[in-house]
């Protein structure tokens, strides 16, 4: 029932399986600045043996119709909208990134959706550096690729940056500008001791893009929260370092199911 309604709604997305059970807890996946639902494609079918998976293509992109944003508040919305017209029953938010700042800003929208937060390679704020915003419009594919080479840890397999690259190439150069431009905007440390969920914070240990002290800056200013620090990653902790990931994901739900 719950796929049937993500169609009608023209929303793209990734399932773990074509059965939504509601006697076990849901997590609803939301990916970064110029991804798509399936950069969780480690996440998605090994969570799904526990829980309910689902991740969404943010408007403009991959499957989902409409246009990219370019303030965090209105994919924070369109969010809410949605989960509304899918659940009867608190979900498990997971986002990346930008992603990370969509499920942030929710959880001070609107709290009652959510039964727990996982917040992956994010901070309360997302500075971008001039000369990718500039990039993106002037030099698209060579800024795609400038990024992502600092995106990953060292000695990362190339094909995985490659497809990183790929991935965010096509969702092209307006909606990735938008998406950039919406992170940058992000400032959440007013209010973020606001969040009263439960709360885990992953990041990769060699994360550039957010480093660890944005992911410890969050520790500090949400209480119910717990911070792991990941090895052997990058700022794509979940498919850097995708076993220890998983496990953590599992272990924070788990302890609240229970």
């Known amino acids: 029932m719950v796929l049937k309604k993500v169609k009608e709604l ?3 997305f990734e399932a773990g399986s074509q059965d939504f059970s509601e006697k ?12 798509r639902s399936r950069i969780w494609k480690k996440q998605i079918r090994p969570l799904n043996d526990f829980m309910n998976t689902l991740a969404l293509d943010l408007p403009g992109h991959g499957k ?51 039964k727990g937060l996982i917040l992956v390679g994010t901070g309360p704020v997302l500075r971008v550096a001039p000369k990718f ?5 002037n030099k698209f ?28 190439k096509e969702a092209g150069a307006e909606v990735v500008y938008s998406d950039f ?7 959440r440390r007013k209010d973020l001791d606001r969040i009263d969920l439960p709360c885990l914070i992953v990041c990769g240990a060699e994360d550039k893009l957010t480093p660890p002290a944005l992911s410890e800056t969050l520790k500090t200013s ?6 792991k620090i990941l090895r052997s990653a990058g700022h794509f902790v979940m498919i850097e370092n995708h076993k220890e990931f998983n496990q953590c994901v599992k272990n924070f739900i788990s302890k609240i199911q229970n």
């Open 10 to 12: 023209n929303i793209g």
């Open 24 to 35: 076990r807890p849901t997590l609803v996946m939301i990916h970064g600045a110029g991804g």
């Open 64 to 114: 989902t119709l409409g246009r990219g944003k370019s303030l965090v508040g209105e994919y924070s919305r369109w969010l809410k909208n949605i989960l509304k017209e899918l659940f009867n029953e608190q979900v498990f938010l997971m986002g990346h990134s930008l992603g990370g700042a969509i499920a942030q800003d929710l959880a001070l929208l609107d709290p009652q959706l959510l």
């Open 133 to 137: 915003l500039e990039g993106f419009l």
């Open 141 to 168: 594919e060579e800024t795609v690729d400038s990024v992502m080479g600092y995106a990953y840890a060292p000695g990362t397999d190339q094909s995985l940056v490659r497809e990183g690259a790929s991935l965010m």
């Open 181 to 187: 431009l919406a992170s940058d905007r992000f400032d």
């Open 222 to 227: 949400i209480k119910k929260s717990t911070l």
